[in-house]
Nanobody
Framework: QVQLVESGGGSVQAGGSLRLSCAAS????????MGWFRQAPGKEREFVAA????????YYADPVKGRFTISRDNAKNTVYLQMNRLKPEDTAVYYC??????????????WGQGTQVTVSS
């Protein structure tokens, strides 16, 4: 079973940048599409971005399009989320997930523990 560990969260002022990383425990990571989701207090978990197994296609939620970039390095079993021009509404716990490419949490059977991102105005 693939285990996923996120890192790179933290606190930043609006307009700043953060890069999240998600390291997988197994080489079978390269077989899976990977996604990033986020969950703010009192809200449902929502799709942020996804990338196919070979990095050939990427998908983004409208609120982050043009500001966030998802990428992966299969040699390092790692997926990244570069977040630029951060806004207070980006504040949430961010989760990486592995599975079939899609925008629903149910598309992904494997999940990390989450990393907090806080953006202050």
């Amino acid at each position: 079973q693939v285990q996923l560990v996120e890192s790179g969260g933290g606190s930043v002022q609006a307009g700043g940048s953060l890069r999240l990383s998600c390291a997988a425990s197994e080489r079978t990571f390269s077989y899976y599409a990977m996604g990033w989701f986020r969950q703010a207090p009192g809200k449902e978990r929502e799709f942020v971005a996804a990338i196919t197994w070979n990095g050939g296609s990427t998908y983004y939620a409208d609120p982050v399009k043009g500001r966030f970039t998802i990428s992966r390095d299969n040699a390092k079993n790692t997926v990244y989320l570069q977040m630029n021009r951060l806004k207070p509404e980006d504040t949430a716990v961010y989760y990486c997930a592995g599975g079939s490419v899609g925008r629903r949490p149910s598309d992904y059977p494997y999940w990390g523990q989450g990393t907090q991102v806080t953006v202050s105005s």
